[in-house]
C-alpha cells in the first residue's frame, strides 16, 4: 500500500522568508511524486512533480521539491514567499510498479504568509 | 493539460434526496476519478471509472450509494443518493493524462440539510 505523511498541519511563515513544507511518502515500487494547492473555494491546482531524473524539479509560482529517496521525502520549497501563497497544499504519491493509478493524498497543509 | 468543467459548482440539498455531479473533459481520456474532501480533510479517492465497465470503488465506497456512469471518453457523472448531511463534502472529478499528473475540476461543494 502506498501513503503519504504531511507532519505539519500548518506553517506560518513571514513574507520574503523561505518556507519548507513536508512530505514523506511510502510506495513498494517506484514513487511518482506530486505538490498540489488548494485556494479557497477552488479545486486542485498542479504545482511540480518528479518522475524520474534531476531530484531537485521546479514548478509553478517559484516553487521547487527535492526528492530524497533514502529519507522518503518530497519537501515543497520557495525561497521567498509571498502572502499570495497562502494556501492548502497536498503532496500526493503514485506507485507506477503497481496495476492501479489512483493517487494518495497527504493530510494536507496550511500555509500561512504574514506581512 | 486537461480542461475540466465539473457542474454544479455547489448546491445545497435536503437529505434523503440524490445530486448528480457532472464531470466534462476537454479531451479524450481513459481513466478519470472521482474524489470525495470532506470538510477540513484531505481527498478520498471514491472510485475510478473506466469507459465501458464497471466503476471501481474503493474500500468504504459503495456502487448503491455513489452510482457512476462514463457513457464516452469525455464524459462522466457521479450520483450521491439518499444523502444525508454527512455526505456534505466537496466532490471533486480528476483526471490522469498519459503518464502525466492528474488534472481536477473546481469541484462541487455539497451542503445538505
Known amino acids: 500500500a502506498q501513503s503519504v505523511a504531511q507532519p505539519e498541519d500548518q506553517v506560518n511563515v513571514a513574507e520574503g522568508n523561505p518556507l519548507t513544507v513536508k512530505c514523506t511518502y511510502s510506495?513498494?515500487?517506484?514513487?511518482?511524486l506530486f505538490w498540489y494547492v488548494q485556494y479557497p473555494n477552488r479545486g486542485l491546482q498542479f504545482l511540480l512533480k518528479?518522475?524520474?531524473?534531476?531530484?531537485l524539479v521546479k514548478g509553478s509560482y517559484g516553487f521547487e521539491a527535492e526528492f530524497n529517496k533514502s529519507q522518503t521525502s518530497f519537501h515543497l520549497k520557495k525561497p521567498s514567499a509571498l502572502v499570495s501563497d497562502s494556501a492548502l497544499y497536498f503532496c500526493?504519491?503514485?506507485?507506477?510498479?503497481?496495476?492501479?493509478?489512483?493517487?494518495?493524498f497527504g493530510t494536507g497543509t496550511r500555509l500561512q504568509v504574514t506581512l | 493539460s486537461a480542461v475540466i468543467s465539473q457542474k454544479p459548482s455547489r448546491d445545497i440539498c435536503q437529505r434523503g434526496t440524490s445530486l448528480t455531479i457532472q464531470c466534462q473533459v476537454d479531451?479524450?481520456?481513459?481513466?478519470m476519478f472521482w474524489y470525495r474532501q470532506q470538510p477540513g480533510q484531505s481527498l478520498t479517492l471514491i472510485a475510478t471509472?473506466?469507459?465501458?465497465?464497471?466503476?471501481?470503488?474503493e474500500s468504504g465506497f459503495v456502487i448503491d450509494k455513489f452510482p457512476i456512469s462514463r457513457p464516452n471518453l469525455t464524459f462522466s457523472t457521479l450520483t450521491v443518493s439518499n444523502m444525508s448531511p454527512e455526505d456534505s463534502s466537496i466532490y471533486l472529478c480528476?483526471?490522469?493524462?498519459?503518464?502525466?499528473?492528474?488534472?481536477f475540476g473546481q469541484g462541487t461543494r455539497l451542503t445538505v440539510v
Open positions: 480528476s483526471v490522469k493524462v498519459a503518464n502525466t499528473e492528474a488534472f
Open positions: 510506495v513498494s515500487g517506484n514513487p511518482y
Open positions: 518528479y518522475i524520474t531524473g534531476d531530484n
Open positions: 500526493a504519491v503514485r506507485d507506477e510498479s503497481g496495476t492501479a493509478s489512483k493517487l494518495t
Open positions: 479531451s479524450q481520456v481513459t481513466m
Open positions: 471509472a473506466n469507459q465501458g465497465s464497471e466503476a471501481t470503488y
